[in-house]
């Protein structure tokens, strides 16, 4: 479905070239694949990358063996690959309904935007007239970021660390939200998360640390190995 | 009536044939149409163009709409209309102006309207302005509003202006008086080379009277605007003004805020901003499926909504 293959990404930071993505190769057909690691170590990066939000320095992209490297966004968009902001954005006048409606592709009605709220736990009444403005708290956003998502139900879609600023009582949700994902889902999920209860709904787990992919493996053996370590030391040491 | 003339009508006033209750239409600068009902009476003046709209005190769930449209080219229009809302009436009032201009000549229509509000009367005023045609003359609108609302009473102000008008310098004034309030929205959006210009002045000369001026605007291509709100706090009163703008392509726009409390007790609040789309708002539509085109288009229409 997915493949990155020899994938590098430069910035420019303080007149030197840093390297975000070291020739990054990964294949990825599962339903469900985790990506995890330090922060700073290259895994927003590599959803962008996905999206077409940056341009690799070098390498290839395929999706369903095409390659879509030199793609724009909305090019990828409409092919089938769906991105949730780690930090959703705000918009002065848009509404829930708006979004919903412009991530479904086609013009929907109110019971329809309705259940992909109820599906991330928002009672769809209070929200579905709400502007997307600063008057909706973090974890209101994050969840119905989800929800558009859910509606463009396209092949692909990447999260990146749904679960940042929500709280614990959302969390548990959130869960249960991807749980449901996994068994409705038509095509693939890759969600960038720290959370071991999120990791252990993958199907495989990708740590990535200093812009490279250190492992990739099925669940129940990359997960138990990166629990037992302590978390001091998988962000100084293991991943050196 | 003209077919032209009849997309005017819809695009200023959402009106697809005869308006319910009062009406005045005046086409190329002349009366197209007129209907008054027992509680509401529409006179001509007779010392200078324009209308008396008189409203009875009391009058309740009642709408006057007084549109005009101009299809002729090189017209200049000025009119004078005055409105006398009787004490504790309840209305709503749609004005409007269109104009088609195919021709090669400015064609200018200048409203002045004048809003008496009685004693706790409460009214909504809604006016568009939209301008069309595809000839090289100019589409010039100055619409000019003056507002005096007496104890107790209400207006709301919506002024739209979305399209194709080349230059407008719109002055509303308003004087308040004890626990009176208005509420003023303005939408606009300049494209092409336009020239917009707004000026508010509110004075709350009563007790506990309030304001609150709200504007939001998009300024396209290499069009100007310039936003002046200034609001006079003379006694003990609320006042708030607010501007929100996009800016895009090499427009420019200035937004010039001016409060002045006269008084211990005056409370007042400017806001202004100004600013491009963001850059995330584009990327994250165009995750969506929309080209960055159909984003931009998105956002601005939402913006103004």
Same mark, same amino acid.
């Given at each position: #479905?997915?493949?990155?293959?020899?994938?590098?990404?430069?910035?420019?930071?303080?007149?030197?070239?840093?390297?975000?993505?070291?020739? &990054?190769?990964?294949?990825?057909?599962?339903?469900?694949?985790?990506?995890?690691?330090?922060?700073?170590?290259?895994?927003?990066?590599?959803?962008?990358?996905?999206?077409?939000?940056?341009?690799?320095?070098?390498?290839?992209?395929?999706?369903?063996?095409?390659?879509?490297?030199? #793609?724009?966004?909305?090019?990828?968009?409409?092919?089938?690959?769906?991105?949730?902001?780690?930090?959703?954005?705000?918009?002065?006048?848009?509404?829930?309904?708006?979004?919903?409606?412009?991530?479904?592709?086609?013009?929907?009605?109110?019971?329809?935007?309705?259940?992909?709220?109820?599906?991330?736990?928002?009672?769809?009444?209070?929200?579905?007239?709400?502007?997307?403005?600063?008057?909706?708290?973090?974890?209101?956003?994050?969840?119905?970021?989800?929800?558009?998502? #859910?509606?463009?139900?396209?092949?692909?879609?990447?999260?990146?660390?749904?679960?940042?600023?929500?709280?614990?009582?959302?969390?548990?949700?959130?869960?249960? &939200?991807?749980?449901?994902?996994?068994?409705?889902?038509?095509?693939?999920?890759?969600?960038?998360?720290?959370?071991?209860?999120?990791?252990?709904?993958?199907?495989?787990?990708?740590?990535?640390?200093?812009?490279?992919?250190?492992?990739?493996?099925?669940?129940?053996?990359?997960?138990?190995?990166?629990?037992?370590?302590?978390?001091?030391?998988?962000?100084?040491?293991?991943?050196? | 009536?003209?077919?032209?003339?009849?997309? *005017?009508?819809?695009? !200023?006033?959402?009106?697809?044939?005869?308006?319910?209750?009062?009406?005045?239409?005046?086409? %190329?600068?002349?009366?197209?149409?007129?209907?008054?009902?027992?509680? !509401?009476?529409?006179?001509?003046?007779?010392?200078?163009?324009?209308?008396?709209?008189?409203?009875?005190?009391?009058?309740?769930?009642?709408?006057?709409?007084?549109?005009?449209?101009?299809?002729?080219?090189?017209?200049?229009?000025?009119? =004078?209309?005055?409105?006398?809302?009787?004490?504790?009436?309840?209305?709503?009032?749609? @004005?409007?102006?269109?104009?088609?201009?195919?021709?090669?000549?400015?064609?200018?229509?200048?409203?002045?309207?004048?809003?008496?509000?009685?004693?706790? @009367?409460?009214?909504?005023?809604?006016?568009?302005? =939209?301008?069309?045609?595809?000839?090289?003359?100019?589409?010039? +609108?100055?619409?000019?509003?003056?507002?005096?609302?007496?104890?107790?009473?209400?207006?709301? +102000?919506?002024?739209?202006?979305?399209?194709?008008?080349?230059?407008?310098?719109?002055?509303?004034?308003?004087?308040?008086? %004890?626990?009176?309030?208005?509420?003023?929205?303005?939408? *606009?959006?300049?494209?092409?080379?336009?020239? @917009?210009?707004?000026?508010?002045?509110?004075?709350?000369?009563?007790?506990?009277?309030?304001?609150?001026?709200?504007?939001?605007?998009?300024?396209?291509?290499?069009?100007? /605007?310039?936003?002046?709100?200034?609001?006079?706090?003379?006694?003990?009163?609320?006042?708030?003004?607010?501007?929100?703008?996009?800016? +895009?392509?090499?427009?420019?726009?200035?937004?010039?805020?001016?409060?002045?409390?006269?008084?211990?007790?005056?409370?007042?609040?400017?806001?202004? @901003?100004?600013?491009?789309?963001?850059?995330?708002?584009?990327?994250?539509? +165009?995750?969506?499926?929309?080209?960055? /085109?159909?984003?931009?288009?998105?956002?601005?229409?939402?913006?103004?909504?």
């Amino acid at each position: #479905m997915l493949e990155l293959i020899n994938v590098s990404f430069e910035v420019d930071a303080e007149n030197e070239k840093k390297e975000i993505l070291k020739d &990054v190769s990964l294949k990825i057909d599962d339903r469900f694949v985790a990506i995890t690691g330090p922060n700073g170590g290259g895994k927003s990066t590599l959803a962008k990358i996905i999206a077409g939000i940056y341009q690799p320095t070098s390498g290839k992209i395929l999706f369903d063996g095409e390659d879509i490297t030199n #793609m724009s966004i909305t090019e990828r968009a409409r092919k089938g690959i769906s991105f949730a902001f780690q930090q959703p954005v705000r918009f002065k006048g848009l509404t829930v309904k708006d979004l919903i409606t412009l991530a479904a592709g086609k013009s929907i009605n109110v019971s329809e935007a309705c259940t992909y709220l109820s599906e991330v736990g928002l009672c769809a009444r209070d929200y579905i007239n709400r502007e997307v403005n600063a008057s909706l708290s973090g974890g209101e956003l994050k969840r119905i970021e989800i929800a558009m998502i #859910m509606a463009r139900g396209t092949k692909l879609s990447v999260f990146d660390e749904p679960e940042a600023g929500i709280d614990l009582w959302s969390f548990n949700n959130l869960i249960k &939200v991807f749980e449901k994902m996994y068994d409705k889902i038509n095509g693939s999920i890759i969600i960038i998360s720290h959370q071991e209860r999120i990791l252990n709904i993958a199907d495989k787990i990708v740590v990535v640390a200093n812009g490279k992919i250190k492992q990739y493996g099925a669940k129940e053996d990359i997960l138990p190995e990166l629990l037992g370590r302590g978390a001091a030391e998988s962000s100084c040491k293991a991943f050196d | 009536m003209e077919k032209i003339q009849k997309d *005017l009508l819809e695009k !200023i006033a959402d009106l697809h044939g005869t308006p319910e209750g009062a009406y005045n239409i005046r086409a %190329n600068g002349a009366l197209g149409g007129r209907n008054t009902t027992a509680n !509401i009476d529409i006179v001509t003046k007779e010392d200078k163009p324009g209308i008396d709209i008189i409203i009875k005190p009391g009058t309740k769930n009642e709408s006057v709409h007084i549109p005009v449209v101009i299809s002729q080219s090189g017209l200049t229009d000025l009119v =004078y209309n005055d409105f006398f809302i009787g004490d504790d009436a309840d209305v709503v009032i749609i @004005a409007g102006c269109g104009i088609h201009n195919s021709g090669d000549k400015a064609s200018e229509h200048d409203g002045i309207h004048t809003f008496h509000v009685g004693k706790n @009367a409460k009214i909504k005023y809604v006016e568009k302005h =939209y301008g069309a045609g595809d000839g090289n003359g100019e589409n010039i +609108m100055n619409p000019t509003t003056v507002i005096e609302i007496d104890d107790g009473g209400y207006m709301e +102000m919506e002024t739209t202006q979305i399209k194709g008008i080349d230059s407008t310098k719109r002055v509303t004034t308003a004087k308040l008086g %004890n626990d009176a309030k208005v509420v003023i929205k303005e939408k *606009l959006m300049t494209h092409g080379s336009q020239f @917009a210009e707004t000026e508010f002045t509110v004075d709350l000369n009563g007790e506990n009277s309030g304001a609150n001026v709200i504007s939001r605007s998009v300024a396209k291509d290499t069009s100007k /605007q310039v936003f002046l709100s200034r609001i006079n706090g003379n006694n003990k009163c609320s006042g708030h003004t607010e501007c929100d703008a996009i800016i +895009m392509d090499n427009a420019t726009v200035a937004a010039i805020p001016e409060i002045t409390a006269n008084h211990i007790d005056a409370s007042l609040i400017h806001e202004a @901003a100004i600013g491009k789309i963001a850059g995330e708002q584009l990327i994250k539509l +165009m995750t969506l499926g929309l080209t960055e /085109q159909e984003a931009e288009e998105q956002i601005v229409s939402g913006f103004l909504k």
